[in-house]
């Protein structure tokens, strides 16, 4: 009972996992479609095109990232992670969520 129990948590975690990753993925890719369809119709405003490509950058970066992480959880299922700490500037992260 307590391995059935047991068993039917993990699955639900999972499910629940995939659910939140799915959506997140969905979020950046939004944004790179639009973004693309967007400097496709103002293809002659180089300063839109700019803040466009900016944008749809920005989104490449974190859906790459959204991906690592999901590689690093088979990792740490299999217990083979390394933890790596580096120092970010929050200003940036902020302002880099702000524009997906």
Do not use: W
Not at 41 to 63: A, F, R
């Amino acid at each position: 009972m307590d391995a059935l129990a047991a068993a039917k948590h993990a699955n639900n975690a999972k499910t629940q996992f995939l659910n939140n990753m799915s959506h997140d993925i969905r979020t950046p890719m939004n944004a790179i479609i639009g973004f693309t369809a967007l400097a496709a119709g103002h293809i002659d405003e180089p300063e839109k095109i700019k803040d466009y490509l900016k944008k749809i950058t920005t989104s490449c970066k974190y859906l790459l990232s959204l991906i690592n992480d999901v590689l690093d959880m088979s990792r740490i299922e299999s217990g083979r992670v390394k933890i790596d700490e580096k120092e970010v500037h929050l200003p940036d992260v902020f302002h880099d969520l702000r524009a997906i």
